[in-house]
């Protein structure tokens, strides 16, 4: 009978990417009898597998690899999974000897996708793009959703006004690039067509947006946006009645919950990335046809073309109906 295996998983960023790995660690911890699992990761996304009962250990990514190599070496892991495979983890990979599983990138295939627009790469999520890499150990995919733990038990009643304590939908307004973000006047005017109360939720790069909604649309809306924490946005997420989002982290984390999630798409797609939502039983997938679309894989500072039809043409009628059914 061999022994358990000490096993290293490895993704360093995005937080959209991270959180697609918590499959992979649950299916190995539970699947390997005995297992210990650990998982390396930026320091800025070590929330995502903060109390995460799947995890033996989390080690963090420091500022010389050096450092990072000589802490995975002493640990004597038996093998790594490698769900970021980079010059970074190449480099780890060939300095610690350990046997290893890579995740294919198809980083070829995308920028052709991105560059020709076309689907060269197949719709498969990243979930089981990353499960892929772990079949050689006998790991198959368990079928359930995404993991998140928040950390504490939070009372709504701290959170949010006395309006929005009987059900609500989360609207998560910020993202990462402008070309992923909708319009101020476009959220406006969605929230408006809502019959529900309506949480938006972001960091404080969308605090003044959310203030101009919020002001603009009434009561009606509460403007969490840098208000609450990261751990308390995730818990009103948990809480909510279904979630409007853009391609953003939050969004992501939301399938955790399996929410009603209404998924809006700008300058990018979620079939080159393959982070469309995991396991979620009702799902609005929303974007605007355009042969100009994907203008990025990640999203960009403005609309090359200065129309941003992307957003600006998105189906309100389709959101609303979704959120108000």
Same mark, same amino acid.
């Given at each position: ?60 990514? #420091?500022?010389?690899? /050096?450092?990072? +190599?000589?802490? =995975?070496?002493? @640990?004597?892991?038996?093998? %790594?999974?490698? *769900? ?95 070309? #992923?973000?909708?319009? /101020?006047?476009? +959220?406006?005017? =969605?929230?408006? @067509?809502?019959?529900?109360? %309506?949480?938006? *939720? ?124």
């Amino acid at each position: 009978m061999s022994s358990p295996l000490k096993i290293l998983v490895i993704r360093f960023s995005s937080l959209g990417d991270v959180i697609y790995t918590t499959p992979v660690v649950r299916c190995l911890k539970q699947q390997l009898p005995g297992a210990e699992v650990h998982f390396i990761t930026k320091p800025q996304f070590k929330y995502i597998y903060e109390d995460n009962p799947y995890l033996d250990k989390l080690l963090l990514l #420091k500022e010389k690899l /050096n450092d990072t +190599i000589a802490e =995975i070496k002493a @640990q004597n892991y038996d093998c %790594i999974i490698d *769900l970021h495979s980079n010059l970074r983890t190449s480099i780890i990979k060939l300095r610690t000897g350990i046997k290893s599983y890579t995740y294919n990138k198809q980083t070829i295939r995308k920028w052709l996708s991105l560059k020709l627009r076309k689907q060269l790469v197949p719709p498969v999520h990243l979930v089981d793009r990353y499960l892929k890499a772990v079949v050689p150990l006998g790991i198959v995919n368990d079928n359930k959703p995404i993991d998140y733990f928040v950390k504490n038990n939070y009372d709504i009643a701290t959170l949010l006004p006395a309006t929005h304590h009987n059900g609500y939908i989360g609207f998560i307004i910020g993202a990462a690039h402008f070309t #992923k973000r909708m319009p /101020n006047e476009k +959220i406006i005017s =969605i929230c408006r @067509q809502l019959n529900r109360p %309506i949480v938006l *939720l972001g960091g404080n790069d969308v605090k003044g947006n959310g203030s101009m909604i919020a002001a603009a649309v009434g009561p009606n809306v509460y403007n969490a946006c840098g208000v609450t924490s990261l751990d308390e946005s995730v818990f009103l997420v948990s809480k909510a009645e279904s979630i409007i989002g853009f391609d953003t982290g939050l969004t992501h984390i939301a399938e955790a919950f399996n929410k009603p999630i209404a998924s809006i798409w700008g300058s990018t797609v979620p079939e080159l990335l393959g982070v469309q939502p995991y396991k979620v039983d009702n799902v609005l997938i929303s974007g605007v046809n355009l042969s100009c679309r994907p203008c990025s894989k990640y999203g960009l500072a403005q609309c090359p073309l200065h129309h941003f039809k992307c957003m600006n043409d998105i189906n309100e009628k389709e959101i609303v109906d979704f959120c108000n059914g």
